[in-house]
């Protein structure tokens, strides 16, 4: 057998993170396209918070950083569905409270009891066979919600206020969605990293936005940006010994670049952007 | 179309060129985690084992981590040696690779108390290296009984030249006429201990550990209230502290190597750990006036 899938660690590396190439870019697609691209990245902030706070009082960093950014997501969601002129403001508090938070719980804690290396930047030998396990059955639910509610999801993402008044279970929809993220977040941790989450969630949908021509190629041609990505990064990190999470990511940047001329290339230059940016100059004259 | 078929051809050319065929595949299969571990479990190994040493010489294996590569080694290994507290990633290492049943040995477990502190340099003291030693030799022969008696055989001459070590640092302690040493990282507190002597170091257990000037102001009293006359560096870590020190208080600086690695000049001129320690013990004869 290849060296790379020789071991059961690396199996689990291998499995985990193919699941997290599927579910993040379809988590992500979402986001990205209501301009909430950098959610994960403050999830990953409160997340770290939960790791932190979970060290202090002996849970498992996964557990408490699940705790964490569901709590977190639902107030953000809450927050920017009432505030939505300064959603951006509020969610930036939320990033700083996040990591305040985790800077003072660490700084209490005396003993140590977390990896800080491996929580911030993922660590493929922490992966353990319950940790699969969690992140499978997330990744099965984060399928099902997006298949079940692919339409109602749809018109939300592109058009919030007709979605309500077409009577739309809106705040519900959210609401799963923001959950959904927020789990996602604290689970890909095992990967990548805190701080490279968000990553997965959105270089993968900005490359599939210059080549895809629809909203459903979007998110099928995302995934296959991730998936690609994980497997080059996994492999290259393995065989170069670099740090997996940061190989990850670079190589979906590089796939970015390339995707940019590729997608220049063809025709239907940056299609769904368009439709979105026409949204948003509607979603702010409303607002107005 | 196109760009998936070029992605999986560089895909294909990655795995396949780096995949490497085992040729020594009927030895014993050991892991170490460093130098002295490495060294011991050479020593007893011999021919019948081929022993991968994890933390490069010249790394620091307080700071060091596995990359998945090192975990498929330890994975593949049949055993793994390793000193304790020195490896904080050992545990988790071996959990990672719990499906494997590798044999692990921790050569210095129960050793480490020191003066009411955990200090895990006990390969340093040749009285607990000869412990680690035993321990390892026992881990040979459960890994692999058939090679048993050649293993004790191995072991039985190294643990003769550890024995030599010992004598001489029995013989120091009969006749030093100085008590303390001073060295740059508290690394040979084990070594003080089992033969009557007293380290004092500029710096904490950690090499990392920066000396305050209070410390240093500290030393500089003891300096001239024991008349020391010698100050040791170590070859790892930054010598700067100790020389400042010495500079200070006119006193002459030696080598003391806590082992942790060997130099790249250790590696040109052949050294092993007797020969490094020889050369630690002739040092320490010079500084405690020994007659």
């Known amino acids: ?62 557990i408490s950083a699940a705790v964490a950014t569901v709590l977190g997501a639902l107030a953000i969601e ?74 109602p999801l749809q018109y939300l993402t592109f058009d919030e206020v007709s979605a309500r008044v077409a009577g739309l279970p809106v705040d519900k929809l959210n609401m799963l969605l923001a959950v959904l993220t927020a789990l996602t977040v604290a689970l890909s941790m095992r990967i990548v990293g805190l701080l490279l989450v968000s990553a997965m969630m959105v270089i993968p949908v900005a490359c599939a936005l210059q080549t895809a021509k629809s909203f459903a190629s979007t998110i099928l041609q995302s995934i296959f940006y991730g998936l690609v990505s994980v497997v080059l990064g996994l492999v290259i990190s393995y065989y170069a010994n670099l740090a997996p999470g940061g190989t990850i990511v670079l190589t979906e940047t590089a796939l970015f670049i390339g995707s940019i001329f590729f997608g220049r290339k063809k025709t239907g230059l940056q299609k769904p952007q368009q439709h979105h ?5 509607e979603e702010k004259a409303n607002e107005g | 179309m196109k760009k998936i078929f070029w992605l999986l051809v560089l895909l294909a050319l990655l795995v396949g060129g780096c ?54 080694k330890i994975g593949r290994s049949q055993l793994f040696v390793y000193n304790g507290l020195v490896e904080p990633w050992a ?72 024995q030599e070590l010992d004598r001489q640092m029995q013989e120091i302690a009969a006749a030093a006429q100085k008590r303390v040493f001073i060295t740059s990282h508290a690394a040979f507190g084990h070594l003080a201990a089992d033969y009557g002597l007293r380290q004092l170091a500029v710096s904490g257990l950690s090499p990392q550990a920066e000396p ?45 190597d806590p082992l942790e690695g060997l130099s790249e000049e250790g590696r040109k001129e052949n050294l092993d750990y007797i020969k490094i320690m020889q050369r630690n013990i002739d040092n320490l004869k010079l500084a405690l006036a020994v007659q």
């Open chain 2, 91 to 162: 545990e988790q290492a071996l959990q990672a690779v719990a499906e494997r049943k590798v044999l692990a040995v921790q050569a210095g477990r129960g050793l480490y108390e020191n003066g009411g502190k955990q200090d895990p340099h006990v390969w340093i003291s040749p009285k607990k290296a000869m412990i680690e030693v035993e321990r390892i030799t026992d881990a040979f022969c459960e890994a692999d009984a058939a090679n048993a008696a050649y293993y004790q055989e191995n072991s039985r001459k190294y643990l003769a030249q550890l």
């Open chain 1, 1 to 62: 057998m290849l060296e790379i899938f020789e071991m059961e660690f690396m199996q689990r590396a291998w499995i985990a993170g193919m699941i997290m190439a599927v579910i993040c870019p379809l988590i992500g697609s979402f986001l990205v396209l209501r301009r909430q691209s950098l959610i994960g990245d403050g999830l990953g902030h409160i997340a770290f918070a939960g790791v932190a706070a979970g060290a202090l009082g002996g849970y498992s960093p996964v």
């Open chain 2, 19 to 72: 995949t490497d065929n085992n040729t020594e595949q009927d030895k014993l299969q050991v892991t170490a985690s460093f130098y002295p571990m490495a060294e011991f479990a050479r020593a007893i190994g011999g021919e019948r084992a081929q022993v991968t040493m994890l933390v490069p010489d010249g790394a620091e294996p307080h700071d060091w981590e596995p990359s998945p590569r090192d975990l498929t």
């Open chain 1, 78 to 151: 809450r927050v920017r569905s009432r505030l939505a002129a300064s959603a951006e403001m509020i969610l930036a508090i939320f990033f700083y409270c996040g990591m305040g938070l985790a800077v003072v719980f660490t700084s209490i804690n005396k003993e140590g009891g977390f990896n800080l290396g491996s929580i911030l930047f993922g660590s493929l030998m922490t992966v353990s066979g319950s940790d699969l396990l969690i992140v499978a059955v997330l990744g099965l639910c984060t399928i099902l919600f997006v298949a079940l509610y692919y339409r």
């Open chain 2, 212 to 256: 305050t000037p209070a410390d240093l102001q500290r030393l500089a009293g003891i300096v001239k209230r024991e008349q020391v006359d010698y100050i040791f560096f170590e070859t790892l870590s930054d010598p700067r502290i100790a020389k400042v020190l010495a500079k200070e208080t006119g006193v002459q600086t030696a080598v003391l």
């Open chain 1, 277 to 281: 940016c026409h949204i948003c100059e």
